[in-house]
């Protein structure tokens, strides 16, 4: 017999249960005939909790058997004409699952767990399971069968009990919501609810403790004006410890924040030996948490911007179309009709001194700047590593600086931004400020004062050790002010051009605050220096490749975003791969960056130089060298052809009677004259004298020569020989010797 699943109820789904009690009567006429009976029996009418919730298997600890037999009034064992049904009333404490069907291989029906299945009987018979679930408690199994005489509904319930443990508390959760509150008249929350659940050792929820309180909830070390408040048996309870009671194991407190910032710890305490505080506590189990309270003031920002769906390319038609009419952008994001422009969401979180969200509604301002930049030493024009702002005052001065003729000079209106955070100590001197005057090339004036680095509560001057620029906005425009949400994140929105991806900037988020020393406004800047990126992905591509070996040439790299616009003033990085030899680009051996930046096209020229690289073998070249920026790369083969060999001398003279020794030179060279390094090269001697040695087996070396060191002798005037000298691809040198008159 097989059991289709969609016949099956699925576990926790919604119940319809058949009508308990047994077959009814028929209004006591005595001529009709009786409905038969249900008999349901099991020998493991009590089973252990299953906690992992595993599945039913055969022999499992936590399955029982459950036999069903159908009998007519006269006690007979009686075949039905429709499916019987199984429903259990707790699925979470015991679910029920047919016998595994052989016929159907896909699947276990055994390993099924449902609330209720109908199943066809055998004359009358039929056995079926019932598996523990994750909660303790009763579950009522109801089999329900239409009489095959009466055609009446006839119901048998069995119960199961699932055994959890001692219903007394063993684990304890505690959780505040929020974990950070702010002191009153702050304009934010005040209030954390402390939710707490207490379980036995069953995992089950703890009784209810009736009359009494069981959970105890107190404020450790000094509560800095905070309190506590809760229900409890005898009524409201507030103050640094209350007692209040569980609902089904759960239970909580209110949180109060007083005037006193800093973390706040509360613990919650429970008594394994009774489930009861109200009479003192013999054996406790604690749990703590802390609760922040702050005064949700501006304290810090921190700049960000999201990798994904961040950027967006603008359209012509927005506005001007209606929704439902525009063309989707591509895979890409990009728009059929683009026009020209990008935005991208920038965003900065708040926080107070304590590490809480600000209060939300606190305003943002954000800012950029972008030019005079210097492509050359890709730097901004105006900048500097040595500034040194006067804390409270509105005095910038620089030894090094420019201020007046770098890039053109600066002027008022301008926007000078300074890194405090950079050097340890500093933070509070991260600044974005506009330039009041220009006084000297060392020496400005800013329209507003910068704060007074007190954050230890002292005022302190590292002097001229913070890096500055001094620029304004060309390319870019940003939204002006965001105001924080609930979690202090403010946003902004940066636009720019296609023309100027790449293009380096300075962004900032800036708020107003409270000096804590003095009472006084103070500005909370974060700055970053960053660039216009383009849309993701990118395409680097580098031409011609391959590039041949051990000498000089010139390799074109571009870099495009996904929209094809070239990625301009961007430092590509590079690196070599060879078996043998050595590589530089621009001067720069091995890997590094180029020595220029990308142009408006998007593309810069690498010089690339290579010397002692091996020959090819095959179709594999001698190296590859890889130009990449992030994720984004290609690479361009370096190939070495051998295309001679030479030897020195070419021709030997050997004086008859007489030995010679003779040192034969070997390079190899490839198409362009460049010596090859690594070349395995054999030779052999052969003709009317003798050559000791007569064979040679050797490898160019790094300047890509080799000799051959030989004696010659027994050559008479006239006799000839030739050693022949063969490499790859067929190369191969020859050295003619030639017997002449002794020497007188």
Same mark, same amino acid.
């Given at each position: 017999?097989?059991?289709?699943?969609?016949?099956?109820?699925?576990?926790?789904?919604?119940?319809?249960?058949?009508?308990?009690g047994?077959?009814?009567?028929?209004?006591?006429?005595?001529?009709?005939?009786?409905?038969?009976?249900?008999?349901?029996?099991?020998?493991?009418?009590?089973?252990?909790?299953?906690?992992?919730?595993?599945?039913?298997?055969?022999?499992?600890p936590?399955?029982?058997?459950?036999?069903?037999?159908?009998?007519?009034?006269?006690?007979?064992?009686?075949?039905?004409?429709?499916?019987?049904t199984f429903?259990?009333?707790?699925?979470?404490?015991?679910?029920?699952s047919?016998?595994?069907?052989?016929?159907?291989? +896909?699947?276990?029906?055994?390993?099924?767990?449902?609330?209720?299945?109908?199943?066809?009987?055998?004359?009358?018979?039929?056995?079926?399971?019932?598996?523990?679930?994750d909660?303790?408690g009763t579950?009522?199994?109801?089999?329900?069968?239409?009489?095959?005489?009466?055609?009446?509904?006839?119901?048998?319930?069995?119960?199961?009990?699932?055994?959890?443990?001692?219903?007394?508390?063993?684990?304890?959760?505690?959780?505040?919501?929020?974990?950070?509150?702010?002191?009153p008249?702050?304009?934010?929350?005040?209030?954390?609810?402390?939710?707490?659940?207490?379980?036995?050792?069953?995992?089950?929820?703890?009784?209810?403790?009736?009359?009494? +309180?069981?959970?105890?909830?107190e404020?450790?070390?000094?509560?800095?004006?905070s309190?506590?408040?809760?229900?409890?048996?005898?009524?409201?309870?507030?103050?640094?410890?209350?007692?209040?009671?569980?609902?089904n194991?759960?239970?909580?407190?209110?949180?109060?924040?007083?005037?006193?910032?800093?973390?706040?710890?509360?613990?919650?305490?429970?008594?394994?030996?009774?489930?009861?505080?109200?009479?003192?506590?013999?054996?406790?189990?604690?749990?703590?948490?802390?609760?922040?309270?702050?005064?949700?003031?501006?304290f810090?920002? !921190?700049?960000?911007?999201?990798?994904?769906?961040?950027?967006?390319?603008?359209?012509?038609?927005?506005?001007?179309?209606?929704?439902?009419?525009?063309?989707?952008? +591509?895979?890409?994001?990009?728009?059929?009709?683009?026009?020209?422009?990008?935005?991208?969401?920038?965003?900065?979180?708040?926080?107070?001194?304590?590490?809480?969200?600000?209060?939300?509604?606190t305003?943002?301002?954000?800012?950029?700047?972008?030019?005079?930049?210097?492509?050359? !030493?890709?730097?901004?024009?105006?900048?500097?590593?040595?500034?040194?702002?006067?804390?409270?005052?509105?005095?910038?001065?620089?030894?090094?600086?420019?201020?007046?003729?770098?890039?053109?000079?600066?002027?008022?209106?301008?926007?000078?931004?300074?890194?405090?955070?950079?050097?340890?100590?500093?933070?509070?001197?991260?600044?974005?400020?506009?330039?009041?005057?220009?006084?000297?090339?060392?020496?400005?004036?800013?329209?507003?004062?910068?704060?007074?680095?007190?954050?230890?509560?002292?005022?302190?001057?590292?002097?001229?050790?913070?890096?500055?620029?001094i620029?304004?906005?060309?390319?870019?425009?940003?939204?002006?002010?965001?105001?924080?949400?609930?979690?202090?994140?403010a946003?902004?929105?940066?636009?720019?051009?296609?023309?100027?991806?790449?293009?380096?900037?300075?962004?900032?988020?800036?708020?107003?605050?409270?000096?804590?020393?003095?009472?006084g406004?103070?500005?909370v800047?974060?700055?970053?220096?960053?660039?216009?990126?383009?849309?993701?992905?990118?395409?680097?591509?580098?031409?011609?490749?391959?590039?041949?070996?051990?000498?000089?040439?010139?390799?074109?790299?571009?870099?495009?975003?996904?929209?094809?616009?070239?990625?301009?003033?961007?430092?590509?990085?590079?690196?070599?791969?060879?078996?043998?030899?050595?590589?530089?680009?621009?001067?720069?051996?091995?890997?590094?960056?180029?020595?220029?930046? !990308?142009?408006?096209?998007?593309?810069?020229?690498?010089?690339?130089?290579?010397?002692?690289?091996?020959?090819?073998?095959?179709?594999?070249?001698?190296?590859?060298?890889?130009?990449?920026?992030?994720?984004?790369?290609t690479?361009?083969?370096?190939?070495?052809?051998?295309?001679?060999?030479?030897?020195?001398?070419?021709?030997v003279?050997?004086?008859?009677?007489?030995?010679?020794?003779?040192?034969?030179?070997?390079?190899?060279?490839?198409?362009?004259?460049?010596?090859?390094?690594?070349?395995?090269?054999?030779?052999?001697?052969?003709?009317?004298?003798?050559?000791?040695?007569?064979?040679?087996?050797?490898?160019?070396?790094?300047?890509?020569?080799?000799?051959?060191?030989?004696?010659?002798?027994?050559?008479?005037?006239?006799?000839?020989?030739?050693?022949?000298?063969?490499?790859?691809?067929?190369?191969?040198?020859?050295?003619?010797?030639?017997?002449?008159?002794?020497?007188?």
């Amino acid at each position: 017999m097989k059991f289709p699943l969609n016949s099956f109820g699925l576990l926790l789904a919604s119940l319809v249960l058949a009508s308990c009690g047994g077959g009814g009567g028929n209004g006591g006429a005595a001529s009709a005939p009786q409905s038969g009976t249900i008999t349901l029996t099991t020998s493991r009418p009590t089973l252990p909790l299953n906690p992992g919730n595993v599945l039913p298997y055969p022999g499992s600890p936590y399955m029982a058997e459950v036999q069903f037999t159908y009998r007519n009034n006269a006690g007979v064992i009686t075949a039905l004409t429709a499916d019987a049904t199984f429903t259990t009333s707790s699925p979470s404490t015991v679910s029920l699952s047919p016998p595994d069907d052989p016929s159907t291989e +896909d699947i276990n029906e055994l390993a099924t767990r449902v609330v209720s299945f109908p199943a066809t009987t055998n004359n009358g018979s039929y056995v079926f399971f019932a598996t523990s679930y994750d909660v303790a408690g009763t579950a009522t199994v109801t089999a329900s069968a239409i009489d095959p005489a009466t055609g009446r509904t006839v119901s048998q319930t069995l119960n199961f009990t699932v055994a959890g443990s001692t219903p007394l508390p063993a684990a304890l959760d505690v959780v505040p919501s929020p974990a950070g509150v702010y002191v009153p008249g702050s304009g934010g929350t005040t209030n954390s609810v402390i939710n707490i659940q207490v379980r036995d050792g069953a995992n089950q929820p703890v009784p209810n403790p009736g009359a009494a +309180d069981n959970v105890q909830v107190e404020i450790v070390g000094s509560p800095g004006g905070s309190t506590l408040s809760a229900t409890s048996v005898n009524g409201p309870d507030s103050g640094p410890s209350v007692q209040t009671s569980t609902v089904n194991g759960v239970a909580a407190a209110s949180f109060q924040a007083g005037t006193v910032q800093g973390p706040i710890q509360v613990r919650v305490t429970v008594d394994r030996a009774d489930n009861n505080v109200s009479n003192g506590i013999a054996d406790p189990i604690s749990a703590t948490t802390t609760v922040v309270v702050s005064d949700g003031k501006l304290f810090s920002l !921190t700049l960000s911007s999201p990798n994904v769906n961040a950027l967006r390319v603008n359209r012509v038609s927005d506005g001007a179309v209606p929704p439902e009419d525009l063309e989707p952008p +591509d895979e890409n994001g990009v728009p059929p009709d683009p026009d020209a422009t990008y935005s991208l969401t920038i965003s900065a979180l708040a926080k107070d001194r304590q590490g809480n969200p600000v209060v939300p509604g606190t305003v943002i301002r954000f800012g950029v700047v972008d030019e005079p930049f210097n492509v050359a !030493t890709d730097t901004f024009s105006i900048s500097g590593n040595d500034g040194n702002p006067l804390e409270g005052g509105n005095l910038f001065t620089a030894p090094t600086g420019m201020f007046a003729t770098a890039g053109g000079g600066a002027g008022p209106g301008d926007v000078l931004v300074v890194f405090g955070d950079e050097v340890q100590g500093n933070t509070d001197l991260e600044s974005a400020l506009t330039v009041q005057a220009i006084n000297s090339q060392t020496n400005l004036n800013t329209a507003s004062n910068f704060n007074r680095n007190n954050t230890t509560g002292v005022t302190v001057d590292y002097g001229s050790v913070l890096p500055y620029v001094i620029a304004r906005a060309q390319h870019g425009n940003i939204t002006a002010t965001g105001v924080t949400n609930d979690i202090g994140r403010a946003s902004a929105t940066l636009n720019y051009t296609v023309s100027t991806l790449g293009f380096q900037n300075v962004i900032w988020a800036q708020g107003e605050s409270v000096d804590s020393v003095t009472g006084g406004n103070k500005r909370v800047t974060d700055a970053a220096i960053g660039a216009y990126p383009g849309l993701a992905p990118a395409t680097i591509s580098a031409s011609p490749s391959p590039i041949l070996g051990n000498r000089t040439q010139q390799v074109q790299v571009c870099l495009y975003d996904a929209t094809l616009s070239p990625l301009q003033r961007v430092r590509l990085g590079f690196s070599f791969e060879l078996g043998q030899g050595t590589g530089s680009v621009d001067g720069t051996s091995g890997a590094g960056l180029l020595g220029s930046s !990308t142009g408006a096209n998007g593309c810069v020229i690498a010089n690339v130089s290579t010397s002692g690289v091996g020959a090819s073998s095959g179709d594999s070249g001698s190296g590859t060298l890889t130009f990449f920026i992030g994720s984004y790369s290609t690479s361009v083969d370096i190939v070495v052809n051998l295309a001679t060999l030479q030897v020195s001398p070419s021709t030997v003279t050997v004086p008859a009677g007489g030995p010679r020794m003779v040192n034969i030179s070997i390079a190899a060279r490839d198409s362009g004259g460049g010596l090859v390094p690594g070349v395995n090269i054999t030779g052999t001697c052969t003709g009317g004298g003798t050559f000791d040695p007569a064979s040679f087996t050797g490898t160019t070396d790094g300047n890509g020569l080799t000799n051959h060191s030989l004696t010659a002798d027994g050559f008479m005037l006239g006799v000839t020989g030739i050693c022949t000298y063969t490499a790859d691809q067929g190369l191969s040198a020859n050295v003619d010797f030639i017997g002449t008159n002794p020497t007188p």
